[in-house]
């Protein structure tokens, strides 16, 4: 199995800790969707990362669907509840986690690309999105007394959560204060002492317009 993305994509790096944690082999090509765009359409035509190859050959894309199929391998041992209830938080939270990071990537993009002709009404509507976001997971992070979202066990949430927050700390670190998220900011904390989140990490360059 072959993971395509750099691992300052929030999304390829929740991906690859995912793999890690269920100790699956894979291959990991660290190609850029600027730089190495024509190489990722050969897997995926939008050009866009995670993209994951199967052994036969088949292209999975987008992390959601990607980690759907490495939970199937999982089995039991899978980073989330099978169904019911706690299946359906751990989902509304990733995908809170993963739009707060794609709000931060659009954002990111904007002012890079754009720089001097920004929309100051799409700025500020992901800014207001990203801090809307924020305020959510804190009040829902701050309710839970256990190490990780959902017990003492790491899962995807906690997983998507840090990824993203890493990354809003450095594409905008303006966006994220830790004394107004100390829950949070304790959540990432946990999660990057871990040995894998230490192993699968690295730092943003923004990309150059």
């Not at 976001?133 to 009040?139: N, S």
């Amino acid at each position: 199995m072959i993971l395509i993305g750099q691992y300052d994509s929030p999304f390829v790096r929740r991906v690859a800790i995912a793999l890690k944690l269920y100790g699956m082999h894979f291959e990991h090509r660290p190609w850029s969707t600027f730089g190495d765009a024509d190489k990722i359409a050969r897997y995926n035509p939008l050009r866009r990362v995670p993209t994951f190859v199967l052994d036969d050959g088949y292209s999975l894309i987008e992390s959601a669907t990607i980690l759907d199929y490495l939970d199937e391998l999982a089995g039991t041992e899978a980073l989330i509840a099978e169904r019911g209830p706690e299946r359906r938080r751990c989902l509304k939270t990733c995908a809170l986690a993963t739009g707060l990071a794609d709000k931060a990537v659009s954002l990111l993009y904007e002012h890079v690309l754009r720089k001097d002709q920004q929309s100051r009404i799409w700025v500020e509507r992901c800014e207001t999105q990203i801090g809307d976001v924020l305020d959510e997971l804190e009040k829902q992070r701050a309710a839970i007394k256990t190490p990780f979202w959902f017990g003492v066990k790491i899962g995807h949430s906690d997983v998507a959560v840090a990824c993203a927050l890493r990354f809003v700390r450095e594409a905008h670190p303006n966006l994220f204060d830790p004394a107004r998220c100390p829950a949070l900011a304790d959540h990432a904390a946990r999660c990057e002492a871990l040995e894998v989140f230490q192993e699968i990490v690295q730092p943003l360059i923004p990309p150059k317009g």
